[in-house]
């Protein structure tokens, strides 16, 4: 199945410090969304985009959905160290018979306090 | 708030056996779906479905089938269990384009 390529793999940063993530794909998208998984649970939700050139925030997360309709990327203010785990992106495209959406690999966040 | 329940956390299973995972969702949804996830492959879809009865391959269903006999449960089968099954396995159902996913199951396939 078609892919999102999801950059970095994996990031090491001290707390405090503010992270950045991107996704990038061939194909356009009409939403992308954004999840966090700890270790050992189920990925959750943090923030859905629906528009060419949204910006989101959810506390201290902020995403974009790129004006070309091919990009996201998730920032992460102040880190702190339970924001370690595996972030991903997904992209959806609308229509009928869409039923999934394409996952990107995941960023591996670990943070040193 | 949407709720996936996964009926187990952790299995482990013999090789050859018959394995049952169970999702079972509180509202409603038409769309369920079954994923494993490995380090560095990602989330890998195995099965989906849209509605009772209904059932669709993923990019990666041998091994697998699937069950979905009422509209909140979706049962993976792993038929004959293989080593190359340890994995952790993740159920999801979708609102409108929002994925939402139960807790995870790791089974350890011995």
């Known amino acids: 199945g078609q892919q999102l390529n999801q950059s970095p793999q994996s990031m090491f940063i001290q707390e405090g410090e503010d992270v950045s993530m991107n996704c990038t794909s061939s194909?356009?998208?009409?939403?992308w969304l954004w999840y966090k998984q700890d270790p050992g649970e189920g990925p959750v939700l943090l923030i859905a985009?629906?528009?060419?050139?949204e910006l989101t925030s959810n506390g201290r997360l902020t995403a974009q959905f790129g004006i070309t309709r091919k990009d996201s990327f998730l920032n992460i203010s102040a880190s702190i160290p339970s924001d370690v785990g595996i972030y991903f992106c997904a992209g959806h495209v609308s229509g009928a018979g869409s039923y999934q959406l394409t996952f990107g690999k995941g960023t591996k966040l670990s943070v040193i306090p | 708030d949407v709720k996936v329940t996964q009926s187990s956390r952790y299995l482990v299973k013999r090789t050859g056996e018959k394995v049952f995972l169970e999702c079972v969702q509180d509202m409603d949804h038409e769309n369920m779906f079954w994923y494993r996830q490995d380090p560095g492959l990602g989330l890998r879809l195995i099965y989906f479905?849209?509605?009772?009865?209904?059932?669709e391959k993923g990019d990666i269903p041998e091994g697998y089938s699937v069950s979905r006999e009422k509209k909140e449960r979706f049962s993976l089968i792993l038929e004959s269990a293989s080593t190359n099954q340890t994995s952790m396995y993740l159920c999801a159902i979708k609102r409108t384009v929002e994925a939402f996913f139960g807790q995870g199951t790791r089974l350890t396939v011995v």
């Open positions: 985009l629906y528009k060419a050139g």
């Open positions: 194909s356009i998208f009409n939403t």
């Open positions: 479905s849209y509605d009772v009865k209904m059932k």
